[in-house]
């Protein structure tokens, strides 16, 4: 099933110059970058996106890291496109990635773990609608 997913390289992805090499994996699988844009978030925005995780310990530590540098926001499409990114990027913990995939491969910590995608069809309709508009 042709499927929207919203996409977002973080600020580690970009001071490290991983850029291309993280777009080219999304690519090669076969799946279409339709929109992309460089942004630099704000912390109300932060706060809407991470509102699951606010009440969190590691908040604060987030919020620095997302506002220490500019993301690539990209709608991504294809078949399957949000389980198949979400393979493609890895665990969200560092412990759990596997290499191979793009945060195993090049994750420091869980924290700075270079990539965000959707999770679910309705998600990424919101965080497309959040981030594009």
Known sequence: MKE??????KPDALQ???IGEIVS????KGYKIADCRMMQL????LREHYAHIADKPFFPETLEYMTSGPVLAMIVEGE?????????????????????TIRGDYAQDTTHNLIHGSDS?????????????
């Open 80 to 100: 399957n496109a949000i389980q198949g990114v979400r393979k493609l990027m890895g665990a969200t913990k560092f412990e759990d990635t596997l290499a191979g």
């Open 42 to 45: 704000s912390e109300e925005i």
């Open 4 to 9: 929207r997913t919203y996409v977002m390289l």
């Open 25 to 28: 994996r999304i690519e090669r």
């Open 121 to 133: 069809p309705e998600n990424a309709e919101a965080e497309i609608r959040r981030f594009f508009g």
């Open 16 to 18: 490290r110059n991983l």
